[in-house]
């Protein structure tokens, strides 16, 4: 949770381009290093769901380009354990929300047209990214409708 808010902070102090999109794209690498995380040790309901995030946010990764890192400064790297998925996943939705409005920022105001694709196509990651987390989201709340759905059958 540190980390998620971490990105959240330095991303919303971000106002020139190139920092807008190292922040995008630190906020992606996070969400490849949690979904890692997930599918190796998450909710087995989750698995399947988090390798396709992992994939989907190595994308938004690699369309950004890696940018310059001083040493220690991967957040992502810095992911120790999960303690509370649904929390986790629940906060890196917001923060791909806010990777794509920040990246809609970036690219409005690009003087070149690859800075404008970069931000484009980093976008449409951020975006795919979010939609998989909600899914991952339902299926999390899933179970717990059910045992909500049969208490109040059997009241």
Avoid: F
Wanted: proline share 5%; net charge negative.
């Amino acid at each position: 949770m540190r980390l998620i808010a971490a990105s959240r902070h330095a991303l919303a102090q971000s106002i020139e381009a190139p920092t807008v999109m190292a922040e995008a794209w630190q906020a992606q690498a996070l969400a490849q290093a949690i979904s890692n995380r997930l599918a190796i040790s998450g909710p087995p309901e989750l698995r399947a769901q988090a390798l396709g995030l992992s994939e989907l946010a190595g994308q938004g990764c690699a369309a950004l380009g890696t940018p310059p890192l001083e040493p220690g400064a991967l957040r992502a790297a810095q992911l120790t354990e999960l303690d509370d998925p649904r929390e986790t996943l629940y906060n890196l939705g917001h923060l791909l929300g806010e990777v794509g409005i920040a990246l809609v920022g970036v690219a409005s105001a690009a003087d070149n047209e690859g800075t404008y694709w970069k931000c484009m196509e980093a976008l449409d990651a951020a975006d795919e990214s979010r939609d998989r987390v909600l899914e991952m989201l339902r299926q999390i709340a899933a179970p717990d409708r059910e045992v909500v759905k049969r208490g109040s059958a059997a009241g």
